[in-house]
């Protein structure tokens, strides 16, 4: 059993930054995979960026990358997601997953029917 809890949302300006942060507790945190999704009022869940247990491996999706920035500490149990130059595209519930899978120490995913456990999600609202 994986328990998460995102923070860090908020209202924010075209061009602005946030970070979000994501704890978890329950299993050896450096052992699995974390990725960051979104959803839209109206839009299907969407892959957002992904952490591998090790840290060595990240992915994100064409639409944040350059952008965004997806970092862990596993001392800390938890996994950071840097925005810089938002968008109001990018206006969403953002949740933080965690991917249990065995190479998932090493490597990421991106669906999310693959990930097993989920957080509550954190509101992101980027004003014009």
């Known amino acids: 059993q994986v328990q998460l809890v995102e923070s860090g949302g908020g209202l924010v300006q075209a061009g602005g930054s946030l970070r979000l942060s994501c704890a978890a507790s329950g299993r050896t945190f450096s052992s699995y995979a974390m990725g960051w999704f979104r959803q839209a009022p109206g839009k299907e869940r969407e892959f957002v960026a992904a952490i591998s247990g090790s840290g060595g491996s990240t992915y994100y999706a064409d639409s944040v990358k350059g952008r965004f920035t997806i970092s862990r500490d596993n001392a800390k149990n938890t996994v950071y997601l840097r925005m810089n130059g938002l968008k109001p595209e990018d206006t969403a519930v953002y949740y933080c997953?965690?991917?249990?899978?065995?190479?998932?120490?090493?490597?990421?995913?991106?669906?999310?029917?693959?990930?097993?456990?989920w957080g509550q999600g954190t509101q992101v609202t980027v004003s014009s």
């Open positions: 997953a965690a991917d249990l899978a065995l190479y998932t120490y090493y490597g990421v995913r991106t669906r999310p029917n693959e990930y097993d456990y």
